[in-house]
């Protein structure tokens, strides 16, 4: 029980984590975004690419309990930790963290149950309205909201088709976001 605690067991979930994490900041800097999908490469844009892909790991592990309900709830903790160091990195202080760390939650939380319900909803415009109006709130027309909405949806059925025992082990796999 000691080295169960202590030992190899949490070294290889550590592990795990940082793989899948790793994997998901991956999927969201993929150059395609930014070159050819306008996505903006700033901070906030960045942020918006990683909360889209946070949102749809969790969103495959929703309603998965033991295991892959726990992996889910660190990654998230990952998450938003890696959203404080990034705040951090930016000179914010500590006395502006967490205030800014509270807009930032709220922002995710907002935009995952908009992408959620559409996707439920399996409703493009919806999806393509709520990407537009998070990621380029500032552009009045995006044209490119329609690839990344049929990039989501996509996405989200493959990460639906990989087995829980797959991803909870340390690999998910998002597909490549194809150039326009």
Same mark, same amino acid.
């Given at each position: 029980?000691?080295? *169960? +605690?202590f ?6 979930? *550590? ?8 994997q998901?900041?991956?999927?969201? *800097?993929?150059?395609?975004?930014y070159?050819?999908w306008?996505? #903006?490469?700033? @901070?906030l %844009?960045?942020?918006?690419? +990683? ?6 790991? $969790?969103?495959? /592990?929703?309603?998965?309990g033991?295991?892959?309900g726990?992996?889910?709830?660190? /990654? ?10 990034? +705040?951090?990195? /930016?000179?914010?202080?500590?006395? %502006?963290?967490p205030? *800014?760390?509270?807009k ?9 149950a908009?992408?959620?319900?559409? !996707? ?10 709520? !990407?537009?109006?998070?990621?380029? #709130? ?5 044209? $490119? ?11 989200s059925?493959? !990460? ?9 082990? %340390? ?7 194809? @150039?326009?």
């Amino acid at each position: 029980m000691f080295q *169960r +605690l202590f030992g190899r067991e949490r070294h290889a979930n *550590r592990a795990i984590t940082e793989a899948l994490y790793a994997q998901i900041v991956a999927a969201a *800097r993929q150059t395609v975004f930014y070159s050819d999908w306008d996505v #903006p490469d700033t @901070p906030l %844009g960045r942020f918006e690419m +990683l909360s889209l892909h946070m949102f749809l790991f $969790q969103h495959r /592990l929703r309603g998965e309990g033991g295991v892959a309900g726990e992996v889910a709830q660190v /990654l998230i903790d990952e998450f938003f930790m890696d959203v404080e160091h990034s +705040l951090r990195e /930016l000179g914010i202080g500590d006395v %502006g963290v967490p205030k *800014r760390m509270k807009k930032l939650a709220k922002m995710f939380y907002g935009r995952t149950a908009a992408y959620d319900d559409a !996707l439920e909803r399996n409703d493009h415009d919806a999806l393509v309205a709520a !990407l537009a109006r998070n990621v380029r #709130p500032d552009a009045g027309t995006w044209p $490119q909201a329609t690839h990344l909405a049929g990039y989501v949806a996509d996405v989200s059925r493959r !990460l639906a088709e990989q087995p829980t025992e797959s991803i909870v082990s %340390g690999t998910v796999a998002f597909p490549a976001a194809k @150039p326009i």
